[in-house]
């Protein structure tokens, strides 16, 4: 069982930056893809971004300019860096570990463990 920390949400004025981290409490880190989902209210959850361990990535489009996924194996953690954020960004991020994945995948159902979520709310 991987249990996932996640922290760093919270409120931003539009145009502003946040980072998010994601601990993992496995020493097996190096092996996961680790990516981040978000889900605003209404919609369901969607794929922001992700990295594998040998830190190949991959992004939503619309994040793809403004959002950096990085990793550090040997801490167990993996960080989002979002830049020029809009209202529209607003949501639920959670962490999540796909393992003994051969490549990224963008979908919710492949992926093993998740986080409780961290919230981020851009205001305009």
């Known amino acids: 069982q991987v249990r996932l920390v996640e922290s760093g949400g919270g409120l931003v004025q539009a145009g502003g930056s946040l980072t998010l981290a994601c601990v993992a409490s496995?020493?097996?880190?190096?092996?996961?893809?680790m990516a981040w989902f978000r889900q605003a209210p209404g919609k369901g959850r969607e794929f922001v971004a992700a990295?594998?361990?040998?830190?190949?990535?991959a992004y939503a489009n619309s994040v793809e300019d403004r959002f950096s996924i990085s990793r550090h194996n040997t801490k167990h953690t993996a960080w989002l860096q979002m830049h020029s954020l809009n209202p529209e960004d607003t949501a639920v991020y959670y962490c999540?570990?796909?393992?003994?994945?051969?490549?990224?995948?963008?979908?919710?159902?492949?992926?093993?463990?998740w986080g409780q979520g961290t919230q981020v709310t851009v205001s305009s």
């Open positions: 990295i594998s361990g040998s830190g190949n990535t």
């Open positions: 999540a570990v796909d393992d003994y994945a051969a490549r990224i995948s963008y979908s919710v159902e492949k992926y093993d463990y």
């Open positions: 496995e020493q097996t880190f190096t092996r996961y893809i």
